[in-house]
């Protein structure tokens, strides 16, 4: 005699059978997030940007297959900055991107700390 509740023949058991199909569809909904860490570092570039009044307001997206946080300089506009989590990427070419308003993609890492240094003001030589 089978026991449907516990999945065991004749009495106690503790074997459960899931179907692999119910497991694949379940992690198939979780969306890629990003963590406190990544946040941190994606927020500190986000107020130094804002107290030099070149951006204004800021969007998360998590989506299945990446996360996304965009950067207005008004709400009302299309983002000027999308910072791309892709975990898919991790192994090639890096699950990190900096992607401009045109689409193009002006840096792409490993290391999220390196991607956003394409924020950080650059040196300019100054005539005496």
Known sequence: MVDRAN???GGEGSAILIPLQDI???RETISVTFDRRELDQIL?????MVAANEWRDYA???LQDRA?????RRTSEVPLFQIVKNPK?????GAYSVVAASGNILKRGHDLARVLNVFEPTLRLVGA
Request: proline share 0%; hydrophobic share 40%.
């Open 44 to 48: 500190r570039v986000y107020g130094r």
């Open 7 to 9: 999945g065991a023949e």
């Open 24 to 26: 694949r569809r379940d």
């Open 60 to 62: 998360i997206d998590h």
């Open 68 to 72: 996304v946080f965009s950067v207005f």
């Open 89 to 93: 990427l991790a192994r090639k070419q």
